[in-house]
């Protein structure tokens, strides 16, 4: 069977200043709009296309092109073909949590625990996404980001992230 997710880290904050990781983004596989506050992440397709959002523009990369997204501007992306999508994500300055959010992510993608849009099924593993990925949201939904990092705290409390950092970080 062929894996849903895949991701390789190319440069870990653990032995180097930066995050880099190789990922893939399946069709139809999307974020919602969001922005994060501690690091820029610059986005570089390898294979395919992808749609980004940033800020009032919406740009599609293909092979070769790059979008860097700065602390506090909302973004998101969306892999609107049919093709599935290779690209390196950089953040800088590097941050372990997200390192630790795209590899949860990509595991659960395998572990078939998240939907065809790329979502943690379980309420549990999507707060503790959020809540890893310095993932802020925007418009309506930002009346919920207490609840989710509410929740996010508790499940750390009781060891739910330490489960899935044991099973799918290392």
Known sequence: MKALGYIELISSVDSNNGS???LNILPGEKTPWHYHTLFSETFKVLKGTLEVGNGTNVIH???GD???IMPNEKHYYH???TEECIITTTIDPGNKNFE???LILKGLANDRLSTNAGTPQRFTDLVLFVYLSNSRMVGFQKIAEPLFNFFAKAAIKKGKLDILIQKYCT
């Open 20 to 22: 880099v990781a190789e």
């Open 61 to 63: 990369l293909k092979q």
């Open 66 to 68: 790059t979008a860097t």
């Open 79 to 81: 892999n609107v073909s």
């Open 100 to 102: 630790n959010a795209l």
